[in-house]
């Protein structure tokens, strides 16, 4: 059952991903290209939740709370380290820094950058669900939301370097499927229950990452950018709301 749950959130998202995608280019191309970046506002109020409920989960479930805590510390700083060797994984959000570097043959990288980053997705989700269903699919909705601008924006940067729509589409969603390999493969190493508390603790402090180095710093600075505070506040908001609206329905 948790194995079912997990693929076919797994492929919701992949699925989502890419249906936003083109919902987004038949209707809504002119205002995602202006207002993409209040959706990291948006995604910032839905990490900032699921985080905190990680780390609750994480420290209920280990029988050591010291290694959980460094779980969440490895986590952290893991990411970190390689996202100082890799720095494209998130640089999706940016459209004019990746386009410079897609006009010097840097789409392809780029590309097996959220290859990679999806199997990532996959393996964090996995012990989320073994542990607990209904975190699991709060989790994912955090990574769909993460996800959907992740590849609305990846798509107008491959448009942009000269990608044909149709192709464009199409490596999106190759990319997207990538989530299913780390999905299966993070559930059977699951099935060793001491580690689940430390797995999802790890995810935490994946997800901390995420929030405090990529999402909420780059929200504060268009914020700054366009001196429009009270926006980027209410979308932030808007994000806790609904992801609190989603822990109450379906509970602990």
Not at 1 to 15: P, Q, R, Y
Not at 90 to 97: A, L
Not at 223 to 236: L, P
């Amino acid at each position: 059952m948790k194995l079912i749950a997990l693929i076919f959130s797994s492929f919701f998202i992949m699925l989502a991903s890419l249906v936003g995608v083109f919902f987004t280019i038949k209707f809504l191309s002119d205002w995602t290209k202006k207002n993409i970046r209040y959706l990291l506002a948006f995604a910032s109020g839905v990490f900032t939740i699921v985080s905190y409920n990680l780390v609750n989960e994480a420290l209920e479930l280990g029988t050591n709370t010291f290694f959980v805590w460094m779980a969440i510390i490895c986590g952290f700083l893991i990411f970190l380290i390689v996202e100082r060797f890799y720095p494209d994984i998130h640089c999706h959000h940016d459209n004019q820094k990746c386009l410079s570097k897609n006009l010097n043959g840097g789409a392809k990288k780029i590309l097996i950058g959220d290859a990679f980053h999806n199997i990532g997705d996959g393996v964090l989700l996995a012990p989320i669900f073994v542990a607990n269903i209904k975190l699991g699919l709060m989790v994912a909705f955090g990574i769909l939301i993460h996800e959907i601008v992740q590849e609305i924006s990846e798509f107008f940067v491959l448009k942009n370097a000269g990608y044909s729509t149709k192709k464009a589409l199409t490596l999106n969603f190759l990319t997207s499927s990538t989530i299913l390999i780390g999905a299966i493969g993070g559930f059977y190493l699951s099935s060793l229950k001491y580690l689940i508390g430390p797995f999802v603790g790890f995810t935490a402090g994946v997800f901390i990452y995420i929030l405090l180095a990529d999402l909420v710093p780059k929200s504060i600075r268009h914020s700054r950018q366009e001196k429009k505070y009270f926006n980027y506040i209410v979308w932030t908001i808007f994000g806790i709301f609904l992801i609190l609206s989603v822990n109450f329905l379906v509970g602990n």
